[in-house]
């Protein structure tokens, strides 16, 4: 009957979302990794100049520690180039870095967006490689070398660093640590089989003679940045060596802005890079982008409530035993987000935060494609508080 198949295909979508995608990719690179050894690539050079870019919007909370970090970088100083670019900044951002003889400070008191203050300082950047951060992450100190050894596969256009989340066990938002552990397991997958599928703007390092202009309107820089690679004959590397801490975000309802905004991001890319999904002409990074990315973005939140919503069907029809227990699976999952939400709400910890995360999650897909339908092409946006 056509709603057992419906049930089928909403089951499998969401299980090769969050599970099938990830098995099948580790399956095809341990077959890929036993049959060839992973390929090495001469040093082209030891320590080439590295720009170091930093957009920056009222950070002033962060401009001490941040600069410590950078100053704490395990990379010959003469090497690396300190930018910031502080555009629209009306606080005392610009001020404190203007104390720090090694920043080249990039301001103007117009605020049109990181994507448009991304485009006015790359103007001023002429190193070879440029590895852009944001204000309120800290690196680790190999992080420039290690991205940098990435580009000696001359094939590697863009790298993506790994995120991290600093947990501190008050905060519901701070589950999205869960999310980044298994994003950062997927997109390690994806290096090791052709290319990870895009960066994350915490930490993302291109060449930059391959550098092109954010259009305006672009929501997300680091995914327009990183796909652009893709579609210009480059892989995007992944470097689990470097990587990004960042605070979470301060309480659920900031973290829903953000999310709102990266769901908004999603169809936008879906969009733009629509091109990529063609098999005949991209191959594998089609199969990847497809995988990973659209049928997230696009397909999953919507299957989620389709599958529970059809399971009732088929167990008030007496579809079998199966779908009984299914649905009971379900609606423990569903009951046990709910506690986690409550849970939220009283300021208290605890494992129920990871589903009702995930629904959170996949849910501001909804509103995010409100967003999307209704965005006027004004790329600035409010920043969410951190803890």
Known sequence: MLVKVFFWISVFIVFYTFFGYGILVWIIVRIKEALRKPQTFPMAEEFPMVTLLIAAYNEQDYVEEKMKNCLALDYPKDKLR?????????DKTPEMLSAYPENTVLHKPERC???????RAMEFVDTPFVVMTDANTYLNPESIYRLVRK????????????????TDGNSAAATEGVYWKYESFLKDLDDRLYSSMGAAGELIAIRRELWMPIPAGVLGDDLNISLNMLRRGYIIGYCKQAYAMEKPSADIKEERKRKVRLAANGYQISSMFRD???PFRYGVIAFQFVSHRVIRWILTPSNIILMFLLNIVLVLMGAGTFYTVFLILQLCFYLAALAGMI?????????LRVPYYFLFANFTMFPGLKYYLNFNGNAAWEKSRRA
């Open 113 to 119: 967006g990181k994507t448009a203050a991304l485009n």
């Open 151 to 166: 580009f000696d596969n001359p094939k590697v256009g863009c790298v993506a660093g790994e995120k991290k989340v600093m």
């Open 82 to 90: 300190i930018v910031w670019v502080t555009d629209g900044s009306n």
């Open 343 to 351: 849970m939220d709400k009283k300021g208290r910890s605890g494992l």
């Open 276 to 278: 990529l999904m063609n």
